[in-house]
């Protein structure tokens, strides 16, 4: 429950806000799924990050293999990959 609510002791008006918005999430889904739609849950910032330094540096690669750089474009791969 801490972690619903984000706090030790929540008083509770807190708790039945949380009830709420919980209920509330979940309604909104069933409808989705109600819909045909699937349900994806949202990708961490974390990943998210790492997504556009790989699309950035894919967009890159014609000319990091013009340059010759291409070790150089592994190894930045081989870095995001491995965060």
Do not use: W
């Given at each position: 429950?801490?972690?619903?609510?984000?706090?030790?002791?929540?008083?509770?008006?807190?708790?039945?806000?949380e009830?709420?918005?919980?209920?509330?999430?979940?309604?909104?889904?069933?409808?989705?799924?109600?819909?045909?739609?699937?349900i994806?849950?949202?990708q961490?910032?974390?990943?998210k990050?790492?997504?556009?330094?790989?699309?950035?540096?894919?967009?890159?690669?014609?000319?990091?293999?013009?340059?010759?750089?291409?070790l150089?474009?592994?190894?930045?791969?081989?870095?995001?990959?491995?965060?």
């Amino acid at each position: 429950m801490q972690v619903m609510v984000g706090k030790s002791h929540p008083t509770i008006f807190n708790l039945i806000r949380e009830f709420q918005k919980e209920e509330a999430d979940t309604s909104a889904m069933f409808a989705e799924l109600d819909a045909g739609r699937k349900i994806k849950q949202p990708q961490r910032q974390k990943y998210k990050r790492i997504n556009e330094r790989l699309h950035n540096l894919a967009l890159q690669y014609r000319d990091i293999k013009d340059e010759g750089r291409v070790l150089e474009y592994l190894e930045s791969c081989g870095y995001n990959v491995g965060l």
